[in-house]
Nanobody, 126 residues
Framework: QLQLVESGGDLVQPGGSLRLSCAAN????????IGWFRQAPGKERDGVSC????????NYADSVKGRFTISRDDAKNTVYLQMNSLKPEDSAVYYC???????????????????WGQGTQVTVSS
């Protein structure tokens, strides 16, 4: 069974940084396109970033471009989301997800993802 486990969420001050991790259990992560999503209270779950398994291409939401970086370490079976210059509006539960169609180019729509982690809370506040 495919299982994704997020970690790294925390309380951080505005302007600070965090690195989120998405670890895969039970499958080889490098075959799968991985996305990061976030959901704030009362809001929809939105795509933040994704990385394609086929060629390593990446996409970012406009709101995080230049501040967030997605990467993967296939040896550790883990995908990371480095978040810099954090803002209060970045506060949300962050989820990683895997696209069930192997090697597909990544998109930021939730419809493309079949396997989800349980989420990790990020709070940006002074």
């Amino acid at each position: 069974q495919l299982q994704l486990v997020e970690s790294g969420g925390d309380l951080v001050q505005p302007g600070g940084s965090l690195r989120l991790s998405c670890a895969a259990n039970g499958f080889t992560l490098d075959y799968y396109t991985i996305g990061w999503f976030r959901q704030a209270p009362g809001k929809e779950r939105d795509g933040v970033s994704c990385i394609s398994s086929s060629n390593g291409s990446t996409n970012y939401a406009d709101s995080v471009k230049g501040r967030f970086t997605i990467s993967r370490d296939d040896a550790k079976n883990t995908v990371y989301l480095q978040m810099n210059s954090l803002k209060p509006e970045d506060s949300a539960v962050y989820y990683c997800a895997a696209d069930g169609i192997l090697f597909r180019l990544c998109v930021l729509g939730i419809y493309a993802y079949d396997y989800w982690g349980q989420g990790t809370q990020v709070t940006v506040s002074s």
